[in-house]
């Protein structure tokens, strides 16, 4: 991506002048994070992964027990492991955190490793992202491209450059999967705020950014609070919301044993409407008892809302039911102010009987017994529609349609649409009888 602010130009042309990842910090990287494991086969055989050499176990040379070895040829320290594999392979990651131009720098490189038996291991590393963050807190990335599927951690394009990047939480995840090398240089705002080479099991850079950014953040770690530090930095929104509570429950010399059920507790103050700045709220002699209360509180609040909101779906559930009956009422009288003066009109040959549809739910009946939209496409709220069902008996031929303009059959049809063997006759029936038809329209 193309720099297009001032500290992104500033940053890319700071990253071009970096020196690469040192030898020194290359090996340290191969001693701290590769798992390096004497691979035991069953005859008793070690293989060292680091040089390749084999031996025989327990045969009197350097250190050989359950948990460990020494390979008499390189002297690495190696964990032993029972298992028929000859190859080992893998990625980890490792962060050096330095400093440059006033910029805290944090470098994170990926380190391959691979080895196989009776070969000494292959080791390199490339460096994959850096994390620059201004003394005011505010992080700038750069970082290699990733390939597809991008998801995956360890997909990065190693022969692409390395360019200012919109933020990825994969960044985030391989600074805290890294190792981070011993020898740090920070910058001295943040010695200022109090950091002295300590990370608490944090991110470095969630770390570095809080403390550079937050005030709150910066007091808890000179004050020793290390604990409520934590938790404030992994829940944001608890220290934007509850920190005046917090100031005010040091103030008054509380001892909160644990941060989380207390922050939990003023939330369910707040959600009850009791004042959380208040110290008779928030600072209950038995915390345990105050607790409890609150949540049999909420649950006795969320039980009457529940009730409510019962009682008001069941109210609109019988409204919505009044207002189709309404409806339903009201185009059933629509339909019989428009078709009422057809009803009872009967056209017959002796064998086949043409009767009009004298209600919606016949409409419907139809439709359904014919596999027709006669009812789904609203043929009954048509004015100058008449729709007559042509039958041998009570079983249904055809249904027909008749335009009261032209008083000619515009549509009839028998089950799906499909015309039968009585349709001629049915459609001649229809049109020579027009004449009753029009007499019931003129009555």
Known sequence: MKPKTMIQKEVARLSASLRPISPKQTEWAYTNCVEHIAY????????????????????????????????????????????????????????????????????????????KKGEPMKFYCTEVVQRWISPDGKVTDMALLRTFPSYYCDQWSLYSDMEVRPYNSLYDDVCKWSEVYPLIRTIPQLRRNGFKGDFYGISPVLLFKRLLSDTRIETLMKSGEIEDMKYFILNPHNAEMLWASYLIARRHHYKINSLELWCDYLQMLNNLGQDIHNPKNICPADFIDAHDRAMRRIEAKRMKERT????????????????????????????????????????????????????????????????????GAGYYTKADSLVLSARIGDRIIETVEVDLQTLRVVQCHGKGNLNTPYHDRIVELVNSNAQLIKARMTA
């Open 40 to 115: 035991r086969a069953k005859s008793g055989v070690l293989t060292c992964p680091d040089c390749g050499h084999t031996w025989k176990s327990g045969d009197g040379t350097l250190c050989d027990t359950l948990e460990g070895c020494i390979c008499p040829h390189c002297g690495a320290e190696l964990k032993v492991q029972d298992t028929r594999r000859r190859t080992q392979k893998g990625v980890r990651y490792f962060c050096i955190l330095t400093t440059c131009r006033g910029y805290q720098l944090i470098r994170v490189a990926q380190a391959h490793y691979s080895s």
């Open 308 to 375: 409510e909101n019962e009682r008001r779906w069941e109210a609109e559930r019988r409204d919505r039911e009044q207002r189709k009956l309404l409806e339903e009422k009201q185009r059933e009288d629509d339909f019989k102010a428009m078709k009422s003066k057809f009803f009872g009109l009967i056209i017959s040959d002796n064998e086949i009987t043409v009767k009009v549809l004298e209600s919606i739910e016949e409409y419907y009946e139809e439709g359904k017994a014919q596999n027709i939209c006669v009812f």
